[in-house]
């Protein structure tokens, strides 16, 4: 009787468990689903589906969601500007920041880039030199709060990199400006073009 009614208990308990499981699951896609309503609006410059169509915006698709909303609540409360982006972060609350980066990265990251030969066998060797794979990660798909830069838009890696090396971007921790200070130009639009072509691969 009594083992009976610990086994009661333990499965009341797992029961119990598995329905919280299912709540935080049916909640998150709750999330994505209420971020791809809220992102309509950013689909105008960042492409259908995040994958940017225009080389001066870049694509959010892939990217990891906490890079999303990092860059999202720094533009809202002013620690990184832009003119153009910065009105469309202003009214958004902490929640629309986090469905909106879930919606965004759980989405494939396409490019169309074509890496100009001779720049995809140097490509890789100056990312690992450089350390970019160190910290945006081996396929440089971004890691927690450091932005996906594979397959990004071409034109916006030169201008990014750019800034960073002449430390007129904001950059949270300083650590992007001091890896950019060592590029030449050259090493930047080689690395540009041969990341600008690592797409159409998801997120792990
Ligand atoms: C009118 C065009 C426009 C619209 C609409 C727009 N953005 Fe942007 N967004 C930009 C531009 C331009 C940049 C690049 C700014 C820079 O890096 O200085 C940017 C950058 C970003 C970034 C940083 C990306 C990165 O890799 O550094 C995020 C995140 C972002 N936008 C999210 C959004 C969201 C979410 C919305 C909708 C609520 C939105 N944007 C609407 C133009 C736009
Ligand atoms: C020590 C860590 C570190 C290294 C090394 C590093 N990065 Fe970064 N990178 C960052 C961080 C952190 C950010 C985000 C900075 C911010 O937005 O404030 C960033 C941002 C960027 C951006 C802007 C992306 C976007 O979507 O806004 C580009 C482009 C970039 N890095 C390219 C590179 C390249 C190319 C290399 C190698 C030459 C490199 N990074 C090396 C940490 C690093």
Redesign the pocket.
């Known amino acids: 009787m009594r083992s009976a009614l610990v086994f009661c208990r333990a499965t009341t308990a797992f029961i119990a468990v598995v329905a919280f499981s299912l709540t935080s699951l049916a909640s998150l896609a709750a999330d994505l689903e209420v971020g791809k309503a809220k992102a309509q609006v950013c689909i105008a410059c960042h492409g259908p589906d995040g994958n940017s169509i225009n080389p001066e915006f870049?694509s959010l698709s892939g990217?990891p969601a906490q890079?999303i909303s990092?860059?999202l609540f720094?533009f809202r409360e002013g620690n990184?500007k832009n003119t153009v982006m910065s009105p469309f972060a202003a009214d958004l609350s902490n929640r629309d920041m986090n469905d909106i980066a879930a919606y965004f990265a759980s989405i494939k990251r396409v490019s169309q880039h074509v890496t100009q030969p001779v720049n995809s066998a140097l490509g890789p060797e100056?990312?690992k030199k450089?350390?970019?794979?160190?910290?945006?990660g081996p396929e440089?798909k971004g890691l927690q709060?450091?932005?996906?830069?594979a397959g990004?838009q071409y034109n916006?890696?030169i201008m990014?990199?750019r800034e960073?090396k002449a430390q007129t971007?904001?950059?949270?921790?300083g650590?992007?400006s001091?890896?950019?200070s060592i590029?030449s130009d050259a090493?930047?639009v080689v690395?540009?073009d041969y990341?600008a072509a690592l797409g159409d691969n998801s997120r792990p």
């Open positions: 870049p990217q890079a990092t860059a720094r990184r100056l990312a450089y350390n970019c794979t160190q910290c945006h440089l709060h450091i932005p996906r830069i990004q916006f890696l990014a990199i960073f971007r904001s950059d949270m921790d650590n992007m001091s890896a950019a590029l090493d930047i690395l540009a990341i």
